[in-house]
T-cell receptor, first 111, second 117 residues
């Protein structure tokens, strides 16, 4: 069941630059998308979300873009900071209720 | 800031034993969830719970699993007879609302690491 895919297992970015994390999905019934950040031995922490009726949502350094026709979303972090180093999960929801997660992308922000 | 809490942080049990994982969701949330993450794999949905009953469950959530809200604050996951393959991180989550076309973000607890030997 690969309804949500994150094809890049890892990403390395220099401090101050932009981090772009990508996510693709196959289920056209998904209507809500979320990004979570996860540190080792901790639970996923909610970052930002977007409804399928929008194509962009911004919150501080984090912006999520949704391209429904391509079934693609991305998370932009700018400027990237060392504390952003973590695993980032894309998740999708259909009509509320359960989340379907991607496999995650390990982001490393280097000094 | 309110948060979801889970106990214990780590549980070691022998195969065939029963375990109960405990969660205290955020107090004004109405929907509760259990997810698990087997080492190296993605986070997987197990079950959702609303108004004192299961609203959705995955194929993983078989007869060995059960959930309960025994009082106004706790939400528990019971595994009746643990198997080796039940070893995983188990995450509890809660949200203000879920279905009826209204989406709200889910907030996760820190997880319980279950090790079945």
């Amino acid at each position: 069941d690969q309804q949500v895919k994150q094809n890049s297992p890892s990403l390395s970015v220099q401090e101050g630059r932009i981090s772009i994390l990508n996510c693709d999905y196959t289920n056209s019934m998904f209507d809500y998308f979320l990004w979570y950040k996860k540190y080792p031995a901790e639970g996923p922490t909610f970052l930002i979300s977007i409804s399928s009726i929008k194509d962009k949502n911004e919150d501080g350094r984090f912006t999520v873009f949704l391209n429904k026709s391509a079934k693609h979303l991305s998370l932009h972090i700018v400027p990237s900071q060392p504390g952003d180093s973590a695993v980032y999960f894309c998740a999708a929801q259909e009509g509320g209720n359960k989340l379907t997660f991607g496999t995650g992308t390990q982001l490393k922000v280097e000094l | 800031e309110p948060e979801v809490t889970q106990t214990p942080s780590h549980q070691v049990t022998q195969m065939g034993q029963e375990v109960i994982l405990r969660c205290v969701p955020i107090s004004n949330h109405l929907y509760f969830y259990w997810y698990r993450q087997i080492l190296g794999q993605k986070v997987e949905f197990l079950v959702s719970f609303y108004n004192n009953e299961i609203s959705e469950k995955s194929e993983i959530f078989d007869d060995q699993f059960s959930v309960e809200r025994p009082d106004g604050s706790n939400f528990t996951l019971k595994i009746r007879s643990t198997k080796l393959e039940d070893s995983a991180m188990y995450f509890c989550a809660s949200s203000r609302l879920g279905t009826s076309g209204i989406n709200y973000e889910q907030y996760f607890g820190p997880g319980t690491r279950l090790t079945v030997t």
